[in-house]
């Protein structure tokens, strides 16, 4: 088993950063890949980032790339989701989500373990 703790949610202006955590225990050698997810109230889950952590290679949904950054912290067994110029649509709440697949990691049903997820809202 793993187990996903995100945090580091919050509100922020228009234009604003934040950084959005996700602490991950248990049986963590078995992972390959990170993903970010995301659910506004009405909308269906949203693919965000991932990062294939064999290579380092990472994936974005356009809707935020060159905004969003995904990282890891191999010391402290944490993935992070840095966001910049945040806008309204950004809102929603974030889940991180971890993979034993290194393929197709835009689709949520590859992922075998998820956070409960941290609310980010973006407001003027």
């Known amino acids: 088993q793993v187990q996903l703790v995100d945090s580091g949610g919050g509100s922020v202006q228009i234009g604003g950063s934040l950084r959005v955590s996700c602490v991950l225990s248990g049986r963590t050698f078995s992972m390959t890949s990170m993903g970010w997810f995301r659910q506004a109230p009405g909308k269906e889950r949203e693919f965000v980032a991932a990062q294939d952590w064999m290579t380092g290679r990472t994936y974005y949904a356009d809707s935020v790339e060159g905004r969003f950054t995904i990282s890891r912290d191999n010391a402290k067994n944490t993935v992070y989701l840095q966001m910049n110029s945040l806008k309204p649509e950004d809102t929603a709440a974030y889940y991180c989500?971890?993979?034993?697949?290194?393929?197709?990691?835009?689709?949520?049903?590859?992922?075998?373990?998820w956070g409960q997820g941290t609310q980010v809202t973006v407001s003027s």
């Open positions: 989500a971890a993979s034993r697949q290194r393929e197709y990691l835009r689709d949520g049903a590859r992922y075998d373990y």
